[in-house]
């Protein structure tokens, strides 16, 4: 069984943005089998035990997400243009975005939960191609499913385009799992968890069980223990979002899972920022994205040493001004 470390954990909208590097879990020492111990060990009990919700309690959930995708949209934000105008942006203000989205993390495991406590980390993204695939509790109805695999399928197209990363939609051997699902759906996912993730930590088991009302979505990357690069990712998003609130839980979660694990309040126009402004990954993003898989950027590296590069990259893209 391959031990996993977990690096990130990151959760979207900006109502609670989780981003977070755990202690790596060592592989267990192996021992000749004449000299193992002969006394058993019994396996761990279940790392989260969480009561399913009444049908009330769930239709309850729906009019509060319906609601609240109303108010943001009465107040002018989840923004669906990409910026425009009125979101002027510099080469010194893209490369300071990106180093703090993709070289912070907010959030840190102490073991069982997760805490706030802003830390810088090192860059990491994936390295090999992406096999994304997209799994459905049973509470979700056949006719969103339909639509929730054409919005990923979209996305991943665009996400592999503005990259230059090999993301395909696939179900053989998938590295990168999108998982809708329903309240009750995600509180009864730990066996699957542990199947998607051999060795996953209890922190990120709880993370996403116990996903709190005012955290939308979640994403939780995981690399090999001391090493920086992506290999597999878990993106859950709820089935109780209106259209709007759960493609934009697509858009953030989804990017967030390649490597910007951050939000900053000064990154404009930008859907890594907990304002809600902007719903939909803008040109300001996707040139975050394309900073990060530059290759004269490597996996690893530390704030100090990326943050020089991402600003000889960014006066490239923007021409040296205002974009």
């Given at each position: ?11 979207g ?57 109303n ?22 203000q ?33 390295e ?26 979209a ?14 939609m ?28 051999p ?30 690069e ?36 000064a990154?404009?126009?930008s ?12 040109t ?24 020089p590069?991402a ?8 021409g040296?001004?205002?974009?």
């Open positions: 069984m391959m031990q996993w470390g977990v690096k990130k954990v990151v959760g909208l900006g109502l609670l943005a989780l981003s977070a590097c755990a202690p790596t879990i060592a592989p267990q020492a192996t021992t000749p089998s004449a000299q193992r111990p002969q006394t058993r060990v019994a396996p761990p009990p279940p790392a989260v035990i969480v009561a399913p919700k009444s049908d009330s309690e769930v239709d309850a959930l729906r009019l509060y997400y319906q609601r609240l995708q108010d943001l949209n009465t107040r002018g934000l989840l923004r669906l243009d990409g910026g425009g105008p009125d979101t002027p942006f510099t080469d010194t893209l490369a300071r975005n990106f180093v703090r989205i993709a070289l912070f993390d907010e959030y840190v495991s102490d073991g069982l939960d997760l805490r706030a406590s802003p830390t810088a980390s090192n860059l990491r993204r994936w090999k191609p992406v096999r994304m695939s997209v799994e459905f509790g049973d509470q979700v109805p056949a006719t969103q499913r339909a639509k929730d695999r054409a919005e990923v399928d996305y991943a197209k665009r996400l592999s385009r503005v990259t230059g990363l090999p993301i395909t696939t179900d053989n051997a998938p590295n990168y799992h999108v998982l809708f699902m329903g309240e009750n759906d995600r509180r009864a996912s730990e066996a699957r968890l542990r199947e998607i993730v060795g996953i930590a209890p922190s990120s088991l709880r993370a996403i069980i116990n996903l709190p009302r005012d955290q939308l979505c979640i994403v939780v990357a995981f690399s090999e223990p001391g090493k920086s992506y290999v597999k990712a878990v993106a859950v998003i709820r089935d109780e979002h209106p259209d709007l609130l759960r493609k934009s839980c697509i858009h953030e979660e989804l990017a967030q899972g390649l490597g910007l694990a951050n939000d900053s309040p990154a404009r126009p859907i890594f920022n907990d304002d809600e402004e902007f719903g939909l990954l803008t300001h993003d996707e040139l975050l994205l394309k900073m990060l898989y530059d290759r004269r950027l490597q996996s690893g590296m530390t704030p100090e040493q990326a943050a590069i600003q000889i990259i960014a006066t490239e893209m923007t040296g001004g205002a974009s």
